[in-house]
T-cell receptor, first 112, second 115 residues
Framework: SQQGEEDPQALSIQEGENATMNCSYKTSINNLQWYRQNSGRGLVHLILIRSNEREKHSGRLRVTLDTSKKSSSLLITASRAADTASYFCAPDSSGSARQLTFGSGTQLTVLP | DTGVSQDPRHKITKRGQNVTFRCDPISEHNRLYWYRQTLGQGPEFLTYFQNEAQLEKSRLLSDRFSAERPKGSFSTLEIQRTEQGDSAMYLC?????????????FGPGTRLTVL
């Protein structure tokens, strides 16, 4: 498996604004997953995008994937204070997700 | 609650002691994973079980670490002769390919502090 690198490391925005975080990886993938982690808790799966997909939506989340640039972005629209968390991407080269490798994440703070 | 559970949630031990953590996955999930997470970092993969078979182990899993899943249900992670560097959050996750998704469901973690 390979590690995704999230960017920026930290992001602070006002409630109601949109938050965009990026993920870069090095080798070809079968799919890429995004997870959220609230402080002191386990990770929660947000969305999975497959290599043949370019964009996927889930509620206020929009994920894009550019395999030519080996990058993905996660957009959270109309952010809320409850979105404050760390966000991790996990690129999966094996297609079986048996071993996910996470970067250091993006720490998002949404100010009320 | 039918999610992944871990026990204990917190463990404080002295250097050199042995500790054991337990993970109960979602009941129909045949895959179980252990990760370790230190402050400010993402989780690092330790090991993976499919049913009772341990199929993958990270080089992070030194000989002081052992994991078991004897009946393909719950799993235990034991650390022998703990060191201060073992202080971390230990996360367990489970998944099922039968569900058609690669999503891993994480437990709340066990926070280990080695004094």
């Amino acid at each position: 498996s390979q590690q995704g690198e999230e960017d920026p490391q930290a992001l602070s925005i006002q409630e109601g604004e949109n938050a965009t975080m990026n993920c870069s990886y090095k080798t070809s993938i079968n799919n890429l997953q995004w997870y959220r982690q609230n402080s002191g808790r386990g990770l929660v799966h947000l969305i999975l995008i497959r290599s043949n997909e370019r964009e996927k939506h889930s509620g206020r989340l929009r994920v894009t994937l550019d395999t030519s640039k080996k990058s993905s972005s996660l957009l959270i629209t109309a952010s809320r204070a409850a979105d404050t968390a760390s966000y991790f991407c996990a690129p999966d080269s094996s297609g079986s997700a048996r071993q996910l490798t996470f970067g250091s994440g993006t720490q998002l703070t949404v100010l009320p | 609650d039918t999610g992944v559970s871990q026990d204990p949630r917190h463990k404080i031990t002295k250097r050199g002691q042995n500790v054991t953590f337990r993970c109960d996955p979602i009941s129909e999930h045949n895959r179980l994973y252990w990760y370790r997470q230190t402050l400010g970092q993402g989780p690092e993969f330790l090991t993976y079980f499919q049913n009772e078979a341990q199929l993958e182990k990270s080089r992070l899993l030194s000989d002081r670490f052992s994991a078991e899943r004897p009946k393909g249900s719950f799993s235990t992670l034991e650390i022998q002769r703990t060191e201060q560097g073992d202080s971390a959050m230990y996360l367990c996750a489970s998944s099922s390919r039968a569900s058609g998704t690669d999503e891993q469901f994480f437990g709340p973690g066990t926070r280990l502090t080695v004094l």
